[in-house]
């Protein structure tokens, strides 16, 4: 069993800042790409950030320049830097990770989701 717990949501004002995390646990072998969807009220589920085993990254162009994705490999960990925040940042955010488990099988593995509410 792998799962992914996300924190670090919550609601902020624009132009503040807040850093989410997301913690892959369970039956790990190795993680491949790691990274963040959102979703908006009304709104398909989409790209945030991406970052690969090497830490190659790449982010929604709305997002390019103010947020940073970063992991920690050895503690199974990606966080999301989240900088002069506006309303359009305001979705549910949820943390994405290809898990390669210790028995061979590659999970797409989702979190919970956090909210994220920026106000004006």
């Known amino acids: 069993q792998v799962q992914l717990v996300e924190s670090g949501g919550g609601l902020v004002q624009a132009g503040g800042s807040l850093r989410l995390s997301c913690t892959a646990s369970g039956d790990i072998f190795s993680i491949g790409h790691m990274g963040w969807y959102r979703q908006a009220p009304g709104k398909q589920r989409d790209l945030v950030a991406m970052s690969t085993s090497s830490s190659a990254t790449n982010y929604a162009d709305s997002v390019m320049g103010r947020f940073t994705i970063s992991r920690d490999n050895a503690k199974n960990v990606v966080t999301l830097q989240m900088n002069n925040l506006k309303p359009d940042d305001t979705a549910v955010y949820y943390c994405?990770?290809?898990?390669?488990?210790?028995?061979?099988?590659?999970?797409?593995?989702w979190g919970q989701g956090t909210q994220v509410t920026v106000s004006l």
């Open positions: 994405y990770a290809a898990i390669s488990t210790t028995v061979g099988s590659v999970l797409s593995t």
